[in-house]
């Protein structure tokens, strides 16, 4: 069992930047990888980034590229989510994920699927106010 363990939400005015922090418990796997999910209230779980561990190869949804950067430290199991330019659209819960698989699978869209996750972390909030 893989605990993950988020922190660094808060307030932030539009424009201002945050950092979440994702830790792992453990991480004994190769074919992990992490992802970062927010999810708004009545809509679906989506994913905005993702790391496959092994290989540091990087993922992003087009509603952040250019404004979230996924990164990690592998010695310690933590990964990062750097968000800039924050807008009032990113206000949400954010929940960082672990699964596992073959980084083709993991490259073709499993890397965003919610029910490939096999680990959820309980959620931070961030809101981004006007």
């Known amino acids: 069992q893989v605990h993950l363990v988020e922190s660094g939400g808060g307030s932030v005015q539009v424009g201002g930047s945050l950092r979440l922090t994702c830790t792992a418990s453990?991480?004994?796997?190769?074919?992990?990888?992490v992802s970062w999910f927010r999810q708004a209230p009545g809509k679906e779980r989506e994913a905005v980034a993702s790391?496959?561990?092994?290989?540091?190869?990087?993922l992003y949804h087009d509603s952040v590229k250019g404004r979230f950067t996924i990164s990690q430290d592998k010695p310690k199991n933590t990964v990062y989510l750097e968000m800039d330019n924050l807008k009032p659209e990113d206000t949400t819960m954010y929940y960082c994920?672990?699964?596992?698989?073959?980084?083709?699978?993991?490259?073709?869209?499993?890397?965003?699927?919610?029910?490939?996750?096999?680990?959820w972390g309980q959620g931070t909030q961030v809101t981004v106010s006007s």
């Open positions: 790391i496959y561990i092994s290989i540091g190869r990087l």
């Open positions: 994920a672990m699964g596992r698989g073959p980084v083709w699978n993991w490259y073709g869209g499993g890397g965003f699927a919610a029910n490939k996750v096999i680990y």
């Open positions: 453990e991480n004994n796997y190769r074919d992990a990888y």
